[in-house]
């Protein structure tokens, strides 16, 4: 299984995976957030779905993955499991995917 690079009507160039290579890279991407701060997010098969929804950009799943870092990281929580909410994961989802196209 190899990665594909497409062009998009814009002319960018996008690394894309298949759906499952996708879901193994955010969950790698998400996993690591966990060993950082010690956590368990609860919600993790829930918020994999919804990136590997929106995008197959290995590029789009790192800028995600790094904003919700910085969620985390703001948000600290006392339990060690962090469910992180629906609509901040939608919210940047959709601010990074509709933020790379208005940069043309």
């Known amino acids: ?3 594909e690079v497409e062009r998009t009507e814009e002319g960018i160039y996008e690394l894309t995976m298949n759906p499952e290579q996708a879901k193994d890279r955010a969950r790698a991407l998400l996993n690591v957030i966990e ?3 010690e956590i368990q997010i609860t919600n993790l098969d829930e918020v994999i779905g919804a990136i590997t929804e929106k995008t197959l950009d290995e590029q789009k799943m790192l800028m995600i993955s790094t904003s919700l870092n910085s969620w ?3 948000n600290p929580m006392d339990t060690g499991e962090v469910k992180i909410p629906m609509e901040v994961v939608n919210e940047l989802i959709r601010c990074i995917c509709i933020a790379e196209m208005k940069t043309l």
Do not use: D, F, G, P
């Open 1 to 3: 299984m190899q990665n």
């Open 35 to 37: 060993i950082m701060y």
């Open 72 to 74: 985390v990281a703001m």
